[in-house]
């Protein structure tokens, strides 16, 4: 059955937590079906790790409308959030409203995901009086380039909190907390009825995302403080990759039974054709 918005809610009153990974292609997010993952992400840092970018900046609408597409492919089951882009993000009004519409119609999300802060309130609002599903994304804000914890004093946690509630009672339909205070995560989530995923913001929300390239693994570099790995699968994959270049070198791969042949009698055939 479709997991939406409202299955989210039942976990949380029921006390059950939900899992979320932010993923980019078809194939991997076939790999979170299978392990029954209940929320899709399509986040903007697939301009980091698919297109090898330093920042999520150069994500473009067309490229998140692509790939959200082929995630919604693999999962239309599944929630499936999309991730506004800097390029739509920074423009503002009526383009965030636009922008927001193409992926609930073309691409076929469930939810737009849309970091923001105080002073950015009246163009998310837009988007919400649109009657578009939003996920407000608060805290560590990867579009502004700054990666600090929030929330760690009480001045900005006070701040964070009526935040979280503005945005709660303008009408989100849940909220993404990153690199939040614990305390603050869990306040905001004990308060608020709609349910709030923590991206390295304590085990007190209702649900938690990382990036499969970190699950997985999968990249070279550090990686945040609040995320973990699960498997090496980049050594796994590394090691598969240099067995099949060592077999190609050592013409042990392909042999003949990965090769077609012609059927039985073409090839006298042939010979006579060619002389
Ligand atoms: O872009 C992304 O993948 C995200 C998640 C890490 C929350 O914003």
């Not at 970018?53 to 609408?61: G, H, I, V």
């Not at 085990?203 to 403080?225: H, S, T």
């Amino acid at each position: 059955m479709k997991i939406t918005v409202s299955t989210l809610c039942r976990a949380k009153t029921e006390g059950r937590k939900f899992s979320v990974v932010s993923c980019y292609d078809f194939t991997n997010a076939k790999l979170a079906v299978s392990a029954g993952i209940d929320v899709l992400l399509v986040g903007d840092s697939a301009a980091q790790f698919m297109l090898g970018f330093d920042s999520t900046l150069p994500a473009t609408m067309d490229f998140m409308v692509a790939i959200t597409t082929a995630v919604n492919r693999a999962a239309f089951e599944k929630l499936i959030i999309a991730d506004l882009p800097y390029e739509s993000c920074a423009a503002g009004g009526e383009k965030m409203v636009t922008d927001s519409r193409r992926f609930i119609e073309e691409a076929g999300a469930d939810v737009v995901k849309i970091e923001t802060s105080s002073e950015q309130f009246d163009d998310l609002k837009a988007v919400i009086d649109a009657g578009i599903p939003v996920m407000p994304h608060l805290g560590i804000r990867p579009q502004t380039g700054e990666y600090k914890a929030q929330g760690t004093t009480a001045q900005i946690a006070a701040e964070l909190i009526g935040f979280a509630e503005r945005v709660y009672n303008a009408g989100a339909q849940m909220l993404l907390l990153e690199g939040i205070a614990r305390e603050v995560g869990k306040l905001i989530t004990q308060k608020l009825l709609f349910p709030v995923i923590s991206c390295g913001s304590g085990p007190d929300c209702d649900g938690q995302v990382l990036v499969l390239p970190d699950i997985l693994n999968l990249k070279d570099g550090a990686m945040p403080k609040f995320s973990k790995s699960f498997a090496d699968i980049g050594k796994a994959s590394v090691e598969a990759i240099a067995e099949y270049d060592r077999q190609i070198k050592q013409n042990v791969f392909p042999d003949d039974q990965h090769s077609y042949h012609m059927k039985p009698g073409e090839m006298e055939k042939l010979l006579e054709l060619i002389g």
